[in-house]
């Protein structure tokens, strides 16, 4: 499915900035499954100075540097991205849960580029709570992408999507205690259930599908930046991509940015200002077909 993307962050400043340092996430990633066809950035005012590479993770990463007084920032991504993930193994045929904790636990062969991603972050410490949860899915010996798609569906079923209720920094145990938040709370208590249980996990960010297909469920999270759970299935298996918000498995749908331990790895927009007082920030996303 070919898309074309436009995402439009607006920052407007009580007082002028004087001074402006900015990292973005903002750019699609190249994929084996995702042709990046074309990709722009552009900023108002313009930047004084910027510069891009790829981070740790592999994601595209722009800085901007903004020398001149403004009271207004404002960046766009417009890009079109052809994207088909591949469809997952059948469930019964993945392995025991247990034997890919194991193997992201011992490291040995292509096990060692998952087993970062099982270890605490920042943004996500342990919380017994997420693991007691998640533990409903993975009885013994239950294969692993079976379990996957339990958690995957009972997230779904089990906690109300509820803008306001939470913040960029609102912790697990508050929406599990709640039952109630928005796409990136229920990434990161999916993330923390399968850690407690030893089975890598990584947040991705990106876009939905702005407007389903006829006939198809509205999506919910669709019409801002969107995060979903990317989950290791073992050794020679690779990753399945899970939106727990939708209960989807990821295919055609979604639009890949970037993917790190937790939001605070990948958030779309972050920096320093020299100035601005109190501040409001507006994001609008599109995600439509070709």
């Not at 990584?202 to 407007?211: D, F, I």
């Not at 498995?249 to 958030?267: F, Q, T």
Request: aromatic residues 8%; hydrophobic residues 40%; proline residues 10%.
């Amino acid at each position: 499915m070919k898309y074309r993307v436009r995402h439009v962050t607006t920052y407007n400043y009580a007082e002028p900035v004087d001074l402006g340092s900015h990292m973005l996430h903002l750019s699609p990633r190249t994929l084996p499954y995702q042709a990046v066809l074309e990709s722009s950035l552009a900023a108002l005012p313009e930047p004084g100075r910027s510069a891009s590479r790829l981070d740790h993770f592999g994601n595209p990463v722009a800085w901007m540097f903004m020398d001149r007084a403004h009271d207004r920032f404002e960046v766009t991504l417009d890009a079109v991205v052809d994207v088909l993930f591949p469809r997952p193994p059948d469930p019964a045929r993945t392995l025991p849960w247990e034997q890919v904790a194991g193997a992201a636990r011992d490291g040995a062969g292509d096990a060692w580029r998952a087993s970062e991603f099982v270890h605490d972050s920042p943004m996500l410490p342990p919380e017994p709570g997420a693991g007691g949860y998640a533990a409903d899915s993975f009885p013994p010996g239950r294969p692993v992408l079976a379990g996957l798609l339990d958690l995957n569906a009972r997230i779904r079923r089990d906690f109300a999507f509820r803008a306001g209720v939470t913040t960029i920094s609102t912790p697990v145990a508050r929406v599990l205690a709640q039952r109630a938040g928005v796409c990136q709370d229920f990434t990161h208590l999916m993330i923390a259930g399968l850690r407690a249980l030893g089975l890598p996990a990584r947040y991705v960010s990106g876009y939905l599908r702005t407007k389903p297909p006829p006939g198809v469920t509205p999506r919910r999270g669709a019409d801002q930046s969107h995060a979903w759970v990317g989950a290791w299935l073992g050794p020679g298996l690779g990753w399945v991509d899970l939106d727990p918000t939708n209960d989807l498995v990821v295919r055609d749908e979604h639009v890949v940015l970037a993917w790190g331990r937790d939001y605070g790895d990948i958030s779309p927009v972050r920096g320093m200002i020299l100035g601005g007082g109190h501040h409001t920030v507006s994001v609008a996303v599109d995600l439509d077909p070709v």
